[in-house]
């Protein structure tokens, strides 16, 4: 009886041994396959597919069967679709289908009707995916009578069409991560480009038109560059050549100043997916962290029309145009304009890097790698490569964003891979229950010896 007891005990903690290592198993798996965003090789831009792995088969199905394609707040990708055969597709290949009204087709319509009606300057749109519509933003300098002239245009296009106010003014946010000053203002560096001779900043267009002269200082004295190229309206990107070479980032390798001394290294370039996290440094809001709402956005500030922009919750202020969103070290894109503030929120627009990187004919300085002609930086920033697997791409060891800065709803933005415990659940659920057995099974011997002890004792105490 003795021996089956023990035997019984060993079968016990091996069972609880056999369910940690099956838990950690199981939790590596689900770590291993949550969402980690788009990918592209470094200094190169890629296209839809690198970025959104459900868009072969969206591109398959069509625009009259999808309605585009976000991140969920599990991290599961959801594809919207019109018809249950698309849908049991969209499962079948692993994503979570949501059957809507408007197709994608019928989406873009709306959109392009909406452009051709008169301009209104204040007004922005873009297709929002979640609620199958195309959302207009109408911001506080939309008089009654042009929301009135919206809203009969919408009225006209259909159900496809939601029409709703916005606090605060659409504008370009002017002024950023590592600031550059123009005789006229302040604007942001964004990013380290080169085509293969020259090496440029990639910023806003409005930041100034070409021919723009740029210093690293208020008093014009520490010479950085001149603008050779700005798209504005339309797009809203620029290059700004560098003087002698010389660029703003250690070595010349691309470095977000995220603030404290610290950096970010960016190894590519990529498209955002709807429902992604992102991060956005600047001057005067420093790092901050939002998500991704809609794509292909249009814009209509009061100096013109941007099209084809990333909408996004990031909050941003003037002072912040031109620098850079990024996501998993990898640029996405330079800030545009956008409505209301850090302390009680907003909309924020970018010019998406990748197409302004083609339309430029320049692609990413290569981390780590000095471009052609550089030399030493000149912005005399701690920037080393880190652990690339943040989500905001290689951050410092130990760093969690500089003091202060802090997320669109004021908490602090710290990069880090998102985590879908509804994945991990299971594998975790096994290594408590499986502790739990160790543990019952170690007081259980315990006792029994605590009972030997005492009655051996006993014994010889008389």
Not at 107 to 132: F, H, K, Q
Not at 143 to 158: E, K, L, N, T, Y
Not at 431 to 440: E, R
């Amino acid at each position: 009886m003795r021996h089956a007891r023990r035997n019984l005990q060993r079968l016990a903690r091996l069972a609880a041994v056999g369910g940690l290592v099956c838990g950690g198993l199981m939790v590596s798996n689900a770590m291993a396959s949550e969402p980690s965003g788009p990918h592209a090789l470094a200094g190169e831009p890629s296209g839809p597919s690198s970025a959104d792995p459900m868009a072969d088969l969206v591109s398959r199905l069509g625009t009259s069967r999808t309605a585009g394609s976000w991140t969920g707040a599990d991290g599961r990708q959801v594809v919207a679709v019109t018809d249950e055969e698309a849908a049991a597709e969209v499962r079948q290949a692993g994503a979570r289908a949501e059957v809507v009204r408007y197709s994608m087709r019928r989406l873009r319509s709306a959109a392009e009707e909406l452009g051709e009606a008169p301009r209104v300057p204040g007004t922005a749109w873009a297709v929002d995916y979640a609620s199958n519509k195309v959302v207009v933003h109408a911001d506080s300098t939309v008089s009654a009578a042009d929301w009135s002239r919206m809203s009969d245009v919408a009225g006209r296009i259909g159900g496809s069409v939601h029409m709703e106010r916005t606090a605060g003014a659409f504008t370009t946010k002017v002024n950023g991560a590592v600031p550059i000053f123009s005789r006229d203002g302040r604007c942001s560096a964004g990013f380290n480009v080169t085509d293969g001779r020259d090496t440029f900043i990639l910023t806003a267009g409005h930041c100034g038109p070409v021919g723009t002269t740029w210093f690293g200082d208020r008093r014009a004295e520490q010479r950085i560059g001149t603008t050779i190229g700005s798209t504005f309206p339309g797009s809203d990107f620029s290059l700004v050549r560098y003087e002698n070479g010389e660029t703003l980032s250690p070595g010349g390798s691309n470095i977000v100043d995220i603030g404290g001394g610290r950096g970010v290294q960016i190894n590519g370039a990529a498209d955002p997916v709807v429902g992604q996290r992102v991060f956005r440094s600047g001057s005067t809001s420093g790092f901050r962290d939002g998500k991704v709402t809609a794509l292909n956005a249009t814009v209509n500030y009061p100096e013109g029309t941007v099209t084809g922009l990333i909408e996004t919750t990031v909050c941003a202020e003037p002072g912040d145009s031109g620098g850079p969103l990024i996501s998993e070290g990898l640029a996405i894109g330079v800030t545009s304009g956008g409505n209301g503030d850090c302390a009680t929120g907003g909309v924020t627009f970018f010019q998406p890097a990748t197409k302004a990187l083609e339309a430029l004919g320049v692609k990413l300085v290569a981390a780590g790698a000095p471009p052609a002609g550089g030399t030493e930086g000149t912005g005399g920033q701690t920037a080393a490569p880190a652990d690339p697997s943040s989500a905001a791409g290689a951050v410092p060891p130990g760093s969690a964003g500089p003091p202060g800065s802090s997320g669109a709803n004021g908490s602090r933005a710290t990069p880090g891979i998102p985590v879908n415990f509804q994945t991990l659940g299971p594998g975790l659920g096994v290594i408590v229950v499986s502790l739990l057995g160790l543990l019952a099974s170690h007081w259980i011997r315990s006792a029994k010896d605590r009972q030997n002890y005492w009655s051996y004792y006993s014994q010889s105490w008389g």
